[in-house]
């Protein structure tokens, strides 16, 4: 079957009648002036479908209005060329699912190591400005005095920190608390308000400190941030990576595995009991948790990202050590007030 149409010799705006034969290999295009042109099928492409088909080859067209020509086109030519960039975004987003389930954590690991201390505080410092706005941010001195003391009492207990620690209080009534790669760490007003003590708090800020510490923070950073701007590189083009990066800055982002949250929660009471503080205060306070958070059923924990806090407190329970050398942790204000400082 022959298919008329118009010809452009991609030099000249004049059209041309031609006749076009499709071939297992190709288009044979039979020109007016007798003359013949040959378009191998490698180089086809469709360059619409509707209202008129336009097929072009190099700086050559043709154009004609019978769309029956499509289902002609040689498997290899033209029709392929115009489902090619499709398979191969629907294939590499199979690619990078799996990468992200299998390769990402591994390749999140090694980079993670590899990244010096000053690019992780680089790094947390802007995703700090994204994720915080000023105005949240607790200003009462006395409050973030007292917990600063808190903090560098923790972090004079870890062996040699390439890490400055430091904390914000922000008005969040949530009961939460996390650390951003390079030191920063949040604390939310409606997790310190719950607090009954500064070993309490202490129990909180040394999970998060261990985050960091063990690079967990920024390896999280680099796994689920790497897949964002994969996958939207691959699905735009690259249009929106500036908007991918920018999604760095969400607490999604700061997605832990379960074996990040046991390494943290040993990690941390090890720190709570160098640091001479009363470890099971760290346990108190997830009993706290667990009561200001929904617990799934038994039998679900395999679907779970977190070990759930009942699961936690028995391991921590276990953990500590039976006669821990201990010093009451003295502070210079009510830690009362200091639990309510973000209300002052």
């Excluded at 629907?90 to 990244?115: C, D, E, H, I, Q």
């Excluded at 560098?152 to 400055?164: D, F, I, N, T, V």
């Excluded at 590189?233 to 997605?255: D, F, H, N, Y």
Aim: with cysteine; proline share 6%; charged share 25%.
């Amino acid at each position: 079957m022959n298919w008329a149409a118009a010809y452009y010799d991609g030099v000249t705006a004049r059209s041309r009648a031609v006749t076009i034969q499709v071939t297992d290999s190709g288009l044979l295009l039979a020109l007016d002036d007798g003359t013949t042109r040959w378009w191998d099928a490698s180089g086809l492409r469709i360059a619409s479908r509707r209202p008129v088909v336009r097929l072009e080859h190099g700086v050559e067209a043709v154009v004609l209005r019978d769309a029956s020509i499509l289902a002609a086109l040689p498997p290899t030519g033209a029709r392929t060329a115009a489902y090619r960039a499709t398979g191969f975004v629907l294939s590499l987003m199979a690619v990078l699912f799996l990468l992200y389930l299998k390769g990402l954590p591994a390749l999140a690991r090694a980079g993670a190591a590899a990244v010096p201390p000053s690019w992780e505080v680089a790094l947390g410092e802007a995703i700090y400005k994204e994720m915080v706005a000023p105005e949240s941010v607790c200003t009462d001195e006395t409050g973030n005095a007292e917990i600063a003391r808190l903090a560098a009492h923790l972090a004079a207990a870890l062996p040699e920190s390439p890490y400055e620690y430091r904390v914000a209080v922000i008005r969040e009534p949530s009961f939460n608390a996390f650390a951003l790669p390079g030191g920063a760490l949040i604390v939310h007003s409606g997790l310190l308000e719950k607090t009954g003590s500064p070993e309490q708090l202490a129990g909180v800020l040394a999970h998060e400190m261990q985050h960091v510490e063990l690079r967990h923070a920024t390896r999280a950073v680099l796994r689920d941030a790497s897949f964002r701007l994969l996958l939207t590189a691959v699905v735009t083009g690259g249009a929106e990576i500036p908007a991918a990066a920018k999604a760095v800055g969400s607490l999604g982002v700061l997605r832990y595995r379960r074996q990040d949250e046991e390494e943290a929660d040993t990690a941390g009471l090890r720190l709570m009991e160098a640091a001479r503080l009363d470890a099971s205060a760290m346990i108190e306070i997830y009993r706290v948790m667990e009561q200001e958070s929904f617990q799934p059923p038994k039998g679900f924990d395999p679907l779970l990202t977190h070990p759930n806090l009942p699961e936690r407190i028995d391991r921590l329970t276990n953990l500590i050590r039976p006669d821990p050398v201990r010093e009451r942790y003295e502070t210079t204000a009510p830690w009362s007030r200091t639990a309510r400082m973000c209300r002052e």
